[in-house]
Protein backbone atom coordinates (compact mmCIF):
# COMPACT_ATOMS: atom_id res chain seq x y z
CA UNK A 1 0.00 0.00 0.00
CA UNK A 2 2.02 3.03 -1.23
CA UNK A 3 0.56 6.42 0.19
CA UNK A 4 1.26 9.96 -0.96
CA UNK A 5 0.21 12.51 1.66
CA UNK A 6 -1.61 15.74 1.52
CA UNK A 7 -1.62 18.72 3.84
CA UNK A 8 -4.52 18.67 5.82
CA UNK A 9 -5.24 22.06 5.07
CA UNK A 10 -5.29 21.61 1.53
CA UNK A 11 -8.37 19.29 2.34
CA UNK A 12 -10.93 21.46 3.88
CA UNK A 13 -11.94 19.42 5.72
CA UNK A 14 -10.11 20.24 8.93
CA UNK A 15 -10.52 23.73 10.98
CA UNK A 16 -8.57 26.80 11.02
CA UNK A 17 -8.13 25.90 14.64
CA UNK A 18 -6.00 22.45 13.87
CA UNK A 19 -4.36 23.86 10.69
CA UNK A 20 -3.07 26.72 12.61
CA UNK A 21 -1.95 24.39 15.07
CA UNK A 22 0.00 21.51 13.23
CA UNK A 23 1.33 25.28 10.95
CA UNK A 24 2.49 25.92 15.36
CA UNK A 25 1.30 29.56 14.88
CA UNK A 26 2.55 31.72 17.39
CA UNK A 27 -0.82 33.08 18.84
CA UNK A 28 -1.59 29.03 19.66
CA UNK A 29 1.44 28.67 21.65
CA UNK A 30 0.03 29.59 24.70
CA UNK A 31 -2.90 27.33 24.54
CA UNK A 32 -0.87 23.62 24.85
CA UNK A 33 2.70 22.71 26.57
CA UNK A 34 4.86 20.48 23.85
CA UNK A 35 4.44 20.16 20.53
CA UNK A 36 4.36 17.13 18.84
CA UNK A 37 8.05 16.78 17.64
CA UNK A 38 10.24 13.40 19.10
CA UNK A 39 12.61 15.40 20.41
CA UNK A 40 10.13 17.52 23.00
CA UNK A 41 9.32 14.14 24.38
CA UNK A 42 12.14 14.48 26.76
CA UNK A 43 10.86 17.19 28.56
CA UNK A 44 7.43 15.50 29.00
CA UNK A 45 9.33 12.46 30.06
CA UNK A 46 11.11 14.41 32.65
CA UNK A 47 7.83 16.49 33.78
CA UNK A 48 5.34 13.16 34.39
CA UNK A 49 8.51 10.93 35.93
CA UNK A 50 8.51 13.91 38.90
CA UNK A 51 4.83 14.29 39.39
CA UNK A 52 2.99 10.99 39.23
CA UNK A 53 3.83 8.86 42.08
CA UNK A 54 4.30 5.23 42.81
CA UNK A 55 0.99 5.10 44.76
CA UNK A 56 -0.68 5.99 41.95
CA UNK A 57 1.21 2.83 39.53
CA UNK A 58 -0.03 0.60 42.25
CA UNK A 59 -3.14 1.15 41.98
CA UNK A 60 -3.19 1.53 38.53
CA UNK A 61 -1.42 -1.77 37.71
CA UNK A 62 -4.06 -3.80 40.15
CA UNK A 63 -6.65 -2.32 38.75
CA UNK A 64 -5.51 -3.03 35.02
CA UNK A 65 -4.93 -6.81 36.41
CA UNK A 66 -8.45 -7.01 37.81
CA UNK A 67 -9.82 -5.37 34.35
CA UNK A 68 -8.13 -8.18 32.27
CA UNK A 69 -8.77 -11.07 34.33
CA UNK A 70 -10.66 -12.71 32.37
CA UNK A 71 -9.44 -11.56 29.18
CA UNK A 72 -7.36 -13.73 27.06
CA UNK A 73 -4.70 -11.47 26.09
CA UNK A 74 -1.33 -11.33 24.18
CA UNK A 75 1.81 -12.06 26.55
CA UNK A 76 3.46 -8.29 25.28
CA UNK A 77 0.13 -6.92 27.03
CA UNK A 78 0.52 -8.62 30.41
CA UNK A 79 3.95 -7.38 29.74
CA UNK A 80 2.74 -4.27 29.51
CA UNK A 81 0.60 -3.95 32.13
CA UNK A 82 3.15 -5.13 34.31
CA UNK A 83 5.90 -2.85 33.31
CA UNK A 84 3.88 0.36 34.39
CA UNK A 85 4.41 -0.36 37.74
CA UNK A 86 8.49 0.97 36.97
CA UNK A 87 9.12 4.74 36.93
CA UNK A 88 10.73 4.54 34.10
CA UNK A 89 7.76 3.36 32.06
CA UNK A 90 4.91 6.45 30.22
CA UNK A 91 1.74 5.51 28.21
CA UNK A 92 0.74 6.94 25.43
CA UNK A 93 -3.02 7.34 25.38
CA UNK A 94 -5.89 7.19 23.10
CA UNK A 95 -10.20 7.11 23.86
CA UNK A 96 -13.12 6.59 22.24
CA UNK A 97 -16.77 5.96 22.52
CA UNK A 98 -17.97 2.34 22.78
CA UNK A 99 -19.14 2.31 19.12
CA UNK A 100 -21.38 -0.24 17.62
CA UNK A 101 -18.40 -2.73 16.08
CA UNK A 102 -15.93 0.11 16.55
CA UNK A 103 -18.18 2.31 14.38
CA UNK A 104 -16.14 5.05 11.87
CA UNK A 105 -12.91 3.83 10.57
CA UNK A 106 -10.96 6.31 11.96
CA UNK A 107 -11.00 3.95 15.26
CA UNK A 108 -8.53 2.23 13.93
CA UNK A 109 -6.25 4.86 12.70
CA UNK A 110 -6.66 6.62 16.51
CA UNK A 111 -5.60 3.37 17.90
CA UNK A 112 -2.87 2.64 15.18
CA UNK A 113 -1.16 6.11 15.38
CA UNK A 114 -0.73 4.99 19.59
CA UNK A 115 0.91 1.63 18.72
CA UNK A 116 2.95 2.96 16.25
CA UNK A 117 3.98 6.73 18.36
CA UNK A 118 4.99 3.78 21.27
CA UNK A 119 7.48 2.07 19.08
CA UNK A 120 8.76 5.61 18.01
CA UNK A 121 9.44 6.51 21.18
CA UNK A 122 11.30 3.33 22.41
CA UNK A 123 13.83 3.72 19.45
CA UNK A 124 14.57 7.24 20.09
CA UNK A 125 14.67 6.93 24.14
CA UNK A 126 15.23 2.90 24.72
CA UNK A 127 16.37 3.29 28.69
CA UNK A 128 12.24 3.66 29.38
CA UNK A 129 9.13 1.82 28.36
CA UNK A 130 6.14 3.39 26.25
CA UNK A 131 2.75 1.48 27.06
CA UNK A 132 -0.13 2.45 24.32
CA UNK A 133 -3.43 2.76 25.84
CA UNK A 134 -7.06 2.67 24.56
CA UNK A 135 -9.52 4.39 27.34
CA UNK A 136 -12.66 3.75 26.61
CA UNK A 137 -15.60 5.87 27.45
CA UNK A 138 -17.56 3.77 29.38
CA UNK A 139 -18.98 6.58 31.39
CA UNK A 140 -20.91 8.61 28.19
CA UNK A 141 -24.36 8.58 28.25
CA UNK A 142 -25.19 9.73 24.25
CA UNK A 143 -26.49 6.22 23.14
CA UNK A 144 -27.54 7.52 19.66
CA UNK A 145 -24.52 8.57 19.06
CA UNK A 146 -23.15 5.13 19.58
CA UNK A 147 -25.72 2.54 18.70
CA UNK A 148 -24.90 1.95 15.13
CA UNK A 149 -22.11 1.58 12.17
CA UNK A 150 -22.87 2.25 8.28
CA UNK A 151 -22.52 -0.64 5.91
CA UNK A 152 -22.55 -0.67 2.45
CA UNK A 153 -24.23 2.76 2.60
CA UNK A 154 -26.56 1.51 4.80
CA UNK A 155 -26.87 2.06 8.63
CA UNK A 156 -26.98 -0.69 10.94
CA UNK A 157 -28.76 -0.04 14.33
CA UNK A 158 -29.15 -1.84 17.65
CA UNK A 159 -32.20 -0.93 19.44
CA UNK A 160 -31.82 -0.56 23.25
CA UNK A 161 -33.62 0.93 26.07
CA UNK A 162 -31.34 4.62 26.39
CA UNK A 163 -30.53 5.77 29.84
CA UNK A 164 -27.00 6.09 32.06
CA UNK A 165 -23.73 5.29 31.01
CA UNK A 166 -23.75 3.24 27.85
CA UNK A 167 -20.57 0.74 29.24
CA UNK A 168 -23.60 -0.88 31.87
CA UNK A 169 -25.59 -1.94 28.90
CA UNK A 170 -26.58 -5.23 28.95
CA UNK A 171 -26.20 -6.74 25.21
CA UNK A 172 -29.78 -7.79 24.82
CA UNK A 173 -31.03 -7.34 20.89
CA UNK A 174 -27.82 -7.30 19.49
CA UNK A 175 -28.61 -11.08 17.99
CA UNK A 176 -31.11 -9.45 15.77
CA UNK A 177 -28.19 -6.88 15.03
CA UNK A 178 -25.88 -9.82 14.20
CA UNK A 179 -28.44 -11.57 11.96
CA UNK A 180 -28.76 -7.79 9.80
CA UNK A 181 -24.72 -7.92 9.86
CA UNK A 182 -24.17 -11.97 8.29
CA UNK A 183 -26.77 -11.16 5.64
CA UNK A 184 -25.28 -7.94 4.33
CA UNK A 185 -21.46 -9.25 4.06
CA UNK A 186 -22.36 -12.36 2.46
CA UNK A 187 -20.16 -15.34 3.00
CA UNK A 188 -16.18 -15.89 2.23
CA UNK A 189 -13.49 -16.62 4.91
CA UNK A 190 -13.19 -12.71 5.53
CA UNK A 191 -16.73 -12.30 6.21
CA UNK A 192 -17.00 -15.33 8.51
CA UNK A 193 -13.99 -13.93 10.80
CA UNK A 194 -16.23 -10.52 10.95
CA UNK A 195 -19.34 -12.86 11.88
CA UNK A 196 -17.03 -14.64 14.64
CA UNK A 197 -15.99 -11.32 15.95
CA UNK A 198 -19.11 -9.67 16.49
CA UNK A 199 -20.61 -12.91 17.53
CA UNK A 200 -17.97 -13.33 20.36
CA UNK A 201 -18.22 -9.77 21.30
CA UNK A 202 -21.48 -9.22 21.64
CA UNK A 203 -23.62 -12.43 22.08
CA UNK A 204 -21.16 -13.96 24.52
CA UNK A 205 -20.33 -10.92 27.23
CA UNK A 206 -22.55 -9.73 29.04
CA UNK A 207 -22.55 -5.61 28.54
CA UNK A 208 -20.76 -2.68 26.00
CA UNK A 209 -17.35 -2.57 28.08
CA UNK A 210 -16.86 -6.04 28.05
CA UNK A 211 -17.53 -6.62 23.96
CA UNK A 212 -15.73 -3.48 23.43
CA UNK A 213 -12.99 -4.89 25.14
CA UNK A 214 -13.24 -7.75 23.30
CA UNK A 215 -12.92 -6.56 20.48
CA UNK A 216 -10.04 -3.78 21.06
CA UNK A 217 -8.18 -6.72 22.30
CA UNK A 218 -8.48 -8.82 19.60
CA UNK A 219 -7.35 -6.25 17.08
CA UNK A 220 -4.78 -5.21 18.45
CA UNK A 221 -3.73 -7.42 21.52
CA UNK A 222 -0.60 -8.81 19.34
CA UNK A 223 0.96 -5.17 19.38
CA UNK A 224 0.33 -4.68 23.57
CA UNK A 225 -2.49 -2.49 23.24
CA UNK A 226 -3.72 -1.69 27.10
CA UNK A 227 -7.50 -0.87 27.39
CA UNK A 228 -8.34 0.60 30.48
CA UNK A 229 -11.74 1.49 31.61
CA UNK A 230 -12.03 4.58 33.95
CA UNK A 231 -15.52 3.72 35.37
CA UNK A 232 -13.69 2.00 38.51
CA UNK A 233 -14.25 2.94 42.45
CA UNK A 234 -10.46 2.56 43.02
CA UNK A 235 -9.47 5.07 40.13
CA UNK A 236 -11.66 7.20 40.86
CA UNK A 237 -10.35 7.46 44.28
CA UNK A 238 -7.51 9.30 43.18
CA UNK A 239 -9.65 11.84 41.66
CA UNK A 240 -11.12 12.22 44.71
CA UNK A 241 -9.32 15.50 45.61
CA UNK A 242 -10.15 17.40 42.19
CA UNK A 243 -13.68 16.48 42.32
CA UNK A 244 -14.01 18.24 45.65
CA UNK A 245 -12.04 21.24 44.36
CA UNK A 246 -14.77 21.13 41.41
CA UNK A 247 -17.44 21.27 43.41
CA UNK A 248 -16.41 23.58 46.08
CA UNK A 249 -14.32 26.27 43.41
CA UNK A 250 -15.37 25.99 40.07
CA UNK A 251 -11.77 25.59 39.09
CA UNK A 252 -12.75 24.13 35.47
CA UNK A 253 -15.40 27.29 34.62
CA UNK A 254 -13.18 29.26 36.12
CA UNK A 255 -9.94 28.66 34.10
CA UNK A 256 -11.00 27.58 30.91
CA UNK A 257 -13.55 29.68 30.00
CA UNK A 258 -11.22 33.12 29.86
CA UNK A 259 -9.35 30.39 27.43
CA UNK A 260 -12.64 30.28 25.18
CA UNK A 261 -12.97 33.64 24.86
CA UNK A 262 -9.20 34.03 23.72
CA UNK A 263 -9.95 31.83 20.98
CA UNK A 264 -12.68 32.84 20.12
CA UNK A 265 -10.78 36.62 19.81
CA UNK A 266 -8.41 34.93 17.86
CA UNK A 267 -10.89 34.25 15.51
CA UNK A 268 -11.30 30.19 16.60
CA UNK A 269 -14.72 28.65 16.87
CA UNK A 270 -14.49 26.80 20.62
CA UNK A 271 -15.34 23.39 20.48
CA UNK A 272 -16.65 23.00 24.22
CA UNK A 273 -17.94 25.77 26.67
CA UNK A 274 -17.38 25.13 30.38
CA UNK A 275 -20.18 24.44 32.77
CA UNK A 276 -20.21 25.62 36.30
CA UNK A 277 -19.85 22.32 37.78
CA UNK A 278 -18.30 19.75 35.41
CA UNK A 279 -19.15 16.21 36.68
CA UNK A 280 -22.35 13.91 36.69
CA UNK A 281 -23.46 11.89 38.85
CA UNK A 282 -24.25 8.40 38.15
CA UNK A 283 -26.50 5.84 39.53
CA UNK A 284 -28.16 2.86 38.01
CA UNK A 285 -29.87 4.17 34.83
CA UNK A 286 -28.69 7.72 35.06
CA UNK A 287 -25.88 9.95 34.12
CA UNK A 288 -26.93 13.75 35.14
CA UNK A 289 -25.25 17.25 35.55
CA UNK A 290 -24.39 17.99 39.14
CA UNK A 291 -25.83 21.78 39.61
CA UNK A 292 -24.99 24.11 42.98
CA UNK A 293 -28.08 26.34 43.95
CA UNK A 294 -27.80 28.54 46.96
CA UNK A 295 -25.02 26.53 48.30
CA UNK A 296 -27.10 23.03 47.82
CA UNK A 297 -25.72 20.80 45.20
CA UNK A 298 -28.62 18.97 42.92
CA UNK A 299 -28.61 16.24 40.38
CA UNK A 300 -30.37 17.85 37.26
CA UNK A 301 -34.23 16.56 36.81
CA UNK A 302 -33.87 14.28 39.70
CA UNK A 303 -34.61 15.08 43.49
CA UNK A 304 -31.19 14.18 44.29
CA UNK A 305 -29.62 16.47 46.47
CA UNK A 306 -26.41 17.49 49.17
CA UNK A 307 -26.12 20.49 51.31
CA UNK A 308 -21.96 21.15 51.11
CA UNK A 309 -21.28 18.77 53.90
CA UNK A 310 -23.51 16.17 52.43
CA UNK A 311 -21.89 16.07 48.85
CA UNK A 312 -18.53 15.78 50.04
CA UNK A 313 -19.81 12.27 51.77
CA UNK A 314 -21.27 11.05 49.21
CA UNK A 315 -18.24 11.47 47.03
CA UNK A 316 -15.54 10.16 49.91
CA UNK A 317 -18.03 7.35 50.46
CA UNK A 318 -18.99 6.89 46.68
CA UNK A 319 -16.34 8.46 44.63
CA UNK A 320 -17.29 5.81 41.39
CA UNK A 321 -21.05 8.00 41.40
CA UNK A 322 -19.22 10.95 40.24
CA UNK A 323 -18.54 11.20 36.42
CA UNK A 324 -16.17 13.78 34.99
CA UNK A 325 -17.56 15.31 31.77
CA UNK A 326 -16.01 15.60 28.61
CA UNK A 327 -14.04 18.54 30.48
CA UNK A 328 -12.86 16.90 33.38
CA UNK A 329 -12.33 13.55 31.78
CA UNK A 330 -8.64 14.61 30.52
CA UNK A 331 -7.80 15.31 33.75
CA UNK A 332 -8.74 12.51 35.30
CA UNK A 333 -7.16 10.14 32.46
CA UNK A 334 -3.87 12.39 33.36
CA UNK A 335 -4.32 11.61 37.25
CA UNK A 336 -4.70 7.61 37.00
CA UNK A 337 -2.11 7.27 33.98
CA UNK A 338 1.76 8.25 33.35
CA UNK A 339 0.82 9.92 30.69
CA UNK A 340 2.96 11.69 27.76
CA UNK A 341 0.61 12.52 24.79
CA UNK A 342 -2.96 12.34 24.06
CA UNK A 343 -4.11 11.44 20.17
CA UNK A 344 -7.08 12.57 19.05
CA UNK A 345 -9.21 13.99 15.98
CA UNK A 346 -9.39 17.48 15.18
CA UNK A 347 -12.90 17.91 17.47
CA UNK A 348 -11.24 16.13 20.11
CA UNK A 349 -7.95 18.68 19.89
CA UNK A 350 -9.90 21.66 20.22
CA UNK A 351 -11.22 20.89 23.27
CA UNK A 352 -8.03 19.87 25.00
CA UNK A 353 -6.48 23.47 23.49
CA UNK A 354 -8.81 25.28 26.13
CA UNK A 355 -7.39 23.45 29.24
CA UNK A 356 -3.82 23.92 29.50
CA UNK A 357 -4.05 26.68 32.08
CA UNK A 358 -6.88 24.44 34.19
CA UNK A 359 -3.96 21.85 34.64
CA UNK A 360 -1.36 24.14 35.52
CA UNK A 361 -3.77 25.16 38.03
CA UNK A 362 -4.20 21.71 39.96
CA UNK A 363 -0.77 20.83 39.39
CA UNK A 364 -0.86 18.35 36.30
CA UNK A 365 1.38 18.38 33.55
CA UNK A 366 -0.35 19.04 30.10
CA UNK A 367 0.24 16.20 27.92
CA UNK A 368 1.54 17.14 24.24
CA UNK A 369 -1.53 16.51 22.09
CA UNK A 370 -0.99 14.82 18.90
CA UNK A 371 -3.75 14.82 15.74
CA UNK A 372 -4.11 11.28 14.62
CA UNK A 373 -3.52 9.96 11.80
CA UNK A 374 -6.22 10.41 8.32
CA UNK A 375 -6.36 8.06 5.43
CA UNK A 376 -8.25 7.22 2.45
CA UNK A 377 -7.87 3.86 1.40
CA UNK A 378 -8.18 3.35 -2.44
CA UNK A 379 -8.88 -0.51 -3.98
CA UNK A 380 -7.02 -1.49 -6.34
CA UNK A 381 -9.96 -1.31 -8.54
CA UNK A 382 -10.54 2.44 -7.35
CA UNK A 383 -6.89 3.45 -8.24
CA UNK A 384 -7.74 1.88 -11.62
CA UNK A 385 -10.32 4.41 -12.52
CA UNK A 386 -8.89 7.35 -10.69
CA UNK A 387 -5.78 6.68 -13.16
CA UNK A 388 -7.89 6.32 -15.99
CA UNK A 389 -9.72 9.67 -15.10
CA UNK A 390 -6.22 11.69 -14.40
CA UNK A 391 -7.67 12.86 -11.35
CA UNK A 392 -4.75 13.69 -8.69
CA UNK A 393 -4.87 12.94 -5.19
CA UNK A 394 -5.36 16.48 -4.33
CA UNK A 395 -8.42 16.80 -6.89
CA UNK A 396 -10.29 14.32 -4.82
CA UNK A 397 -10.90 16.39 -1.78
CA UNK A 398 -12.66 18.94 -4.21
CA UNK A 399 -16.68 19.73 -3.31
CA UNK A 400 -18.05 17.41 -6.50
CA UNK A 401 -18.97 20.59 -8.32
CA UNK A 402 -15.83 21.78 -8.37
CA UNK A 403 -14.22 18.58 -9.46
CA UNK A 404 -16.69 17.78 -12.40
CA UNK A 405 -16.00 21.84 -13.26
CA UNK A 406 -12.12 21.04 -13.31
CA UNK A 407 -12.40 18.15 -15.19
CA UNK A 408 -14.95 19.11 -17.51
CA UNK A 409 -12.42 22.07 -18.40
CA UNK A 410 -9.52 20.22 -18.72
CA UNK A 411 -11.05 17.62 -20.87
CA UNK A 412 -12.81 19.69 -23.72
CA UNK A 413 -11.86 20.67 -26.74
CA UNK A 414 -12.89 24.00 -26.28
CA UNK A 415 -11.86 27.16 -24.01
CA UNK A 416 -14.48 27.31 -21.81
CA UNK A 417 -12.89 29.98 -19.49
CA UNK A 418 -14.04 33.89 -20.30
CA UNK A 419 -11.22 35.18 -17.59
CA UNK A 420 -9.83 37.08 -21.35
CA UNK A 421 -13.07 38.34 -22.08
CA UNK A 422 -13.75 40.16 -18.66
CA UNK A 423 -10.28 41.63 -18.84
CA UNK A 424 -11.03 42.66 -22.37
CA UNK A 425 -14.40 43.99 -21.21
CA UNK A 426 -12.99 45.98 -18.23
CA UNK A 427 -10.32 47.85 -20.03
CA UNK A 428 -13.29 49.16 -22.33
CA UNK A 429 -15.15 50.66 -19.58
CA UNK A 430 -12.15 51.99 -17.74
CA UNK A 431 -11.92 54.25 -20.91
CA UNK A 432 -15.92 54.50 -20.50
CA UNK A 433 -15.46 55.77 -17.28
CA UNK A 434 -12.84 58.77 -18.49
CA UNK A 435 -15.47 59.76 -20.77
CA UNK A 436 -18.24 60.27 -17.94
CA UNK A 437 -15.83 62.29 -15.65
CA UNK A 438 -15.23 64.56 -18.67
CA UNK A 439 -18.86 64.95 -19.81
CA UNK A 440 -21.31 64.51 -16.90
CA UNK A 441 -20.15 62.49 -13.79
CA UNK A 442 -24.03 61.46 -12.67
CA UNK A 443 -23.16 59.31 -15.85
CA UNK A 444 -20.83 57.59 -13.98
CA UNK A 445 -23.53 54.98 -11.76
CA UNK A 446 -25.07 54.44 -15.22
CA UNK A 447 -22.03 53.33 -16.53
CA UNK A 448 -21.41 50.89 -13.50
CA UNK A 449 -24.01 49.20 -14.08
CA UNK A 450 -23.80 48.65 -17.80
CA UNK A 451 -20.24 47.07 -16.39
CA UNK A 452 -22.20 44.81 -13.99
CA UNK A 453 -24.85 44.31 -16.39
CA UNK A 454 -22.08 42.95 -18.90
CA UNK A 455 -19.85 41.35 -16.93
CA UNK A 456 -22.83 39.28 -15.14
CA UNK A 457 -24.09 38.60 -18.77
CA UNK A 458 -20.30 36.76 -19.26
CA UNK A 459 -21.11 34.94 -16.46
CA UNK A 460 -24.07 33.17 -17.31
CA UNK A 461 -22.47 32.55 -20.74
CA UNK A 462 -19.94 30.84 -19.21
CA UNK A 463 -21.50 28.84 -16.81
CA UNK A 464 -23.88 27.52 -19.93
CA UNK A 465 -21.54 26.89 -21.82
CA UNK A 466 -20.00 24.57 -18.88
CA UNK A 467 -23.50 23.11 -18.81
CA UNK A 468 -23.50 22.04 -21.91
CA UNK A 469 -20.19 20.62 -22.09
CA UNK A 470 -21.34 18.37 -19.32
CA UNK A 471 -24.03 17.01 -20.87
CA UNK A 472 -21.84 16.57 -23.90
CA UNK A 473 -19.23 14.37 -21.71
CA UNK A 474 -21.85 12.84 -19.63
CA UNK A 475 -20.17 9.63 -18.99
CA UNK A 476 -17.01 11.35 -17.76
CA UNK A 477 -19.16 12.91 -15.35
CA UNK A 478 -21.09 9.94 -14.42
CA UNK A 479 -17.54 8.10 -13.94
CA UNK A 480 -16.19 10.97 -11.41
CA UNK A 481 -18.57 11.61 -9.57
CA UNK A 482 -19.46 7.78 -9.04
CA UNK A 483 -15.92 7.03 -7.52
CA UNK A 484 -15.69 10.16 -5.37
CA UNK A 485 -19.27 8.97 -3.69
CA UNK A 486 -17.39 5.65 -3.78
CA UNK A 487 -14.38 7.19 -1.62
CA UNK A 488 -16.41 10.40 -0.08
CA UNK A 489 -19.61 8.71 1.26
CA UNK A 490 -22.05 11.25 1.91
CA UNK A 491 -19.56 13.97 0.68
CA UNK A 492 -17.77 12.63 4.00
CA UNK A 493 -14.30 11.91 4.51
CA UNK A 494 -14.36 7.76 4.04
CA UNK A 495 -12.62 7.68 7.46
CA UNK A 496 -15.98 9.71 9.45
CA UNK A 497 -17.94 7.03 7.44
CA UNK A 498 -17.43 3.59 6.39
CA UNK A 499 -17.06 0.91 9.21
CA UNK A 500 -14.05 -1.40 8.69
CA UNK A 501 -15.31 -4.54 8.08
CA UNK A 502 -15.45 -3.26 4.57
CA UNK A 503 -11.94 -3.15 4.11
CA UNK A 504 -11.80 -5.83 5.82
CA UNK A 505 -14.07 -7.95 3.32
CA UNK A 506 -11.43 -6.75 0.91
CA UNK A 507 -8.04 -7.24 2.72
CA UNK A 508 -8.22 -9.48 5.39
CA UNK A 509 -6.22 -10.19 8.13
CA UNK A 510 -3.25 -7.85 6.00
CA UNK A 511 -5.83 -4.62 6.41
CA UNK A 512 -3.91 -4.10 10.24
CA UNK A 513 -0.78 -5.25 9.59
CA UNK A 514 -0.26 -2.77 6.58
CA UNK A 515 -1.87 -0.06 8.48
CA UNK A 516 0.71 -0.42 10.84
CA UNK A 517 3.68 -0.40 8.29
CA UNK A 518 2.48 2.51 6.80
CA UNK A 519 0.79 5.02 9.21
CA UNK A 520 3.40 7.45 10.84
CA UNK A 521 1.96 9.43 13.16
CA UNK A 522 4.49 12.29 13.72
CA UNK A 523 4.79 12.54 10.14
CA UNK A 524 1.99 14.71 9.25
CA UNK A 525 -0.12 14.78 6.24
CA UNK A 526 -3.65 13.24 5.38
CA UNK A 527 -2.13 9.98 3.68
CA UNK A 528 -3.57 8.49 0.54
CA UNK A 529 -3.11 4.57 0.55
CA UNK A 530 -3.47 2.68 -2.52
CA UNK A 531 -3.40 -1.26 -3.34
Avoid at 130 to 151: C, G, K, Q, R, S
Avoid at 178 to 189: A, T
Avoid at 243 to 253: G, H, I, R
Avoid at 407 to 424: A, E, G, L, M
Wanted: with cysteine.
Amino acid sequence: MPGDCIPFRDTNYFSSLICDYLDQKAELQPFYNRFPKLENFEGQILDKQQSFSNKHREILVGTLKKQYKNVATSEITINNIAVLEKPNAFTVVTGHQLNLFTGPLYFLYKIISTINLTKILKEKYPEFDFVPVYWMATEDHDFEEINYFNLFGKKVQWNHKDGGAVGVFDTEGLDKVFDVFSSEIGKGQNAERLKSLFEKAYLKHQNLTEATRYIANELFGEYGLVIIDGNDKELKRLFVPYAEKELLEQVVFNKVLPKTKKLEAAGYKVQVNPREINLFYLANGLRERIIEKNGNYYVNETDIGWNKTEILKELYGFPERFSPNVMMRPLYQEIVLPNLCYIGGGGELAYWLELKDYFETVKIPFPILLLRNSVLIQTKKQAEKIKKLNISDIDLFLKQHELINRKVRQISNIDINFDTQRKHLKKQFVEMYELAKQTDVTFINAVKAQEIKQLKGLDVLEDRLLKAQRRKLSDHVKRLATIQNELFPNHSLQERNKNFSELYLEYGEELIPQLIKNLDPLKGGFLILKD
